[in-house]
């Protein structure tokens, strides 16, 4: 399994650009998040999804949104970034089945200039 | 709603001294805790975690936990640190009902030589 996937790692975007994280997991986790990291605030909860076609928002979802079409596939999208969008992002899955562990990418950090 | 309080941004140790981080939160409901760990320019893995049963848990790497009802707290303990421990360290509660994960600011373990 490769886990939670993310891409991509590194990205710019200039104000009011548009652009999806991607995130994948092969687990066959039902449950799927994304998180926001800013240095000294911990992680934020922008969107989470506890399967397919449901999501809801979390602490933090102005500016965002999200889909899940699929069980594997969570996208993140920005359509009109903000310097305030500038952060690290995490996507992260979940299961009951296996113990309410969360698996994490390895995180996006985006730059918005 | 719950919340989670790391008192401690940083805590600065010596190599092979014993540590504490310090975890509270505040739920009306029962929960679940976790604590995570980010090593410089990786995403989050998974510490340890109290869902029930013994109230001193022991995570990967030397660290354990103790659940503490009456304190509200779950403070991480290591006996004598490495300087490979060096990291971010993340106190985390969800709601039994639900796998929504809040996180705590973070507290910043630095070890010296």
């Known amino acids: 399994n490769a886990g939670v996937t993310q891409t991509p790692k590194f990205r710019i975007l200039k104000i009011g650009q548009s652009m999806t994280l991607q995130c994948a997991q092969d687990?066959?986790?039902?449950?799927m998040y994304w998180y926001r990291q800013d240095p000294g605030m911990g992680l934020k909860l922008i969107y989470y999804?506890?399967?397919?076609?449901?999501?809801d928002k979390g602490e933090v979802p102005n500016g965002y949104n999200v889909s899940r079409s699929t069980t594997e596939d969570f996208p993140l999208r920005l359509e009109l970034a903000a310097p305030s969008q500038t952060s690290v992002y995490f996507c992260a899955s979940s299961s009951p089945r296996d113990g309410e562990k969360l698996f994490f990418g390895s995180g996006t950090q985006l730059s918005v200039l | 709603a719950q919340s989670v309080t790391q008192l401690d941004s940083q805590v600065p140790v010596f190599e092979e001294a014993p540590v504490e981080l310090r975890c509270n939160y505040s739920?009306?409901?029962?929960?679940?805790l976790f604590w995570y760990v980010q090593y410089p320019n990786q995403g989050l893995q998974l510490l340890l975690k109290y869902l029930s049963g013994s109230t001193l848990v022991k995570g990967i790497n030397g660290f354990e936990a103790e659940f503490n009802k009456s304190q509200t707290s779950f403070h991480l303990r290591k006996p004598s640190v490495h300087i490979s421990d060096t990291a971010e360290y993340f106190c985390?509660?969800?709601?039994?009902?639900?796998?929504?994960?809040?996180f705590g600011t973070g507290t910043r373990l630095q070890v010296f030589p």
């Open positions: 985390a509660v969800s709601d039994v009902n639900t796998d929504k994960l809040i």
């Open positions: 739920s009306s409901v029962s929960v679940y």
């Open positions: 999804s506890v399967g397919a076609g449901i999501t």
């Open positions: 687990m066959n986790h039902n449950y």
